[in-house]
């Protein structure tokens, strides 16, 4: 089924290492994101991209960087983990960075110790 | 700036009883509105928005723009509705500006 995946499913990760989140969709959707899901804080943006080789800043994007490559990737990382970054993180796309709907990956679960 | 609100972090309801989740909005512009709902073990996603106008698992949400509010209503709750529900906003300039309120986390007991 065509859609968006995610990877790893969850990691457990010691401070101060390097994590990279990966994020495929096969949607050929021009706007990809990253999203952090956290209790009591809800869904919050962390950076956007609007087209492949573009990328932008959301709400909370200290201590991540994304890149754009190609369409299909949008990967997330974090240099130098801290254990504020546990999260769920969820990667989404949307068909163009107008109001049309977003579509999420299943999510990883990750626990910076 | 932009702000979605959602007052309830819980709500309960039986099941076959009315059930309202709020959410009320900030922002100066035209919004665009969309409810999201997150289903144990599942990945969020769509449940409507508001230029659809329709009702979907026989949910509905109308825009007020007097009181800025979006609230998501349900006649009759069902057991399978038990999830958790994001109001979002979207404002002018593209889907980056998509605001998320923080959730209400819905139970519908039997």
């Known amino acids: 089924i065509a859609g968006i995946t995610q990877a790893p499913t969850s990691q457990i990760l010691a401070a101060g290492r390097r994590m990279t989140l990966r994020c495929t969709q096969d949607?050929?959707?021009?706007?990809m994101y990253w999203y952090r899901q956290d209790l009591g804080l809800g869904l919050r943006l962390i950076h956007y991209s609007n087209t492949a080789g573009t990328t932008g800043k959301g709400e909370v994007p200290d201590g991540y960087s994304v890149s754009r490559a190609n369409t299909d990737d949008f990967p997330l990382t974090l240099a130098s983990a801290v254990p504020s970054q546990t999260s769920v993180y969820f990667c989404?796309?949307?068909?163009?960075?107008?109001?049309?709907?977003?579509?999420f990956g299943n999510g990883t679960r990750l626990t910076v110790t | 700036a932009q702000r979605v609100t959602q007052p309830e972090k819980l709500l309960s309801v039986f099941k076959g009883a009315p059930v309202e989740l709020k959410c009320n909005y900030s922002?100066?512009?035209?919004?665009?509105l969309f409810w999201y709902v997150q289903y144990s073990r599942q990945r969020l996603q769509l449940l409507l928005r508001h230029i659809s106008r329709e009702s979907i698992k026989g949910f509905t949400a109308d825009l007020n723009k007097g009181e800025t509010s979006f609230h998501l209503k349900k006649p009759f709750a069902q057991e399978e509705d038990s999830a958790m529900y994001y109001c979002?906003?979207?404002?002018?300039?593209?889907?980056?500006?998509?605001?998320f309120g923080k959730g209400t986390k819905l139970t519908v007991n039997p």
């Open positions: 979002a906003l979207n404002t002018q300039g593209g889907s980056e500006k998509l605001v």
């Open positions: 922002y100066s512009g035209s919004p665009e």
């Open positions: 949607m050929r959707h021009n706007a």
């Open positions: 989404a796309s949307s068909v163009s960075p107008g109001n049309s709907p977003l579509h």
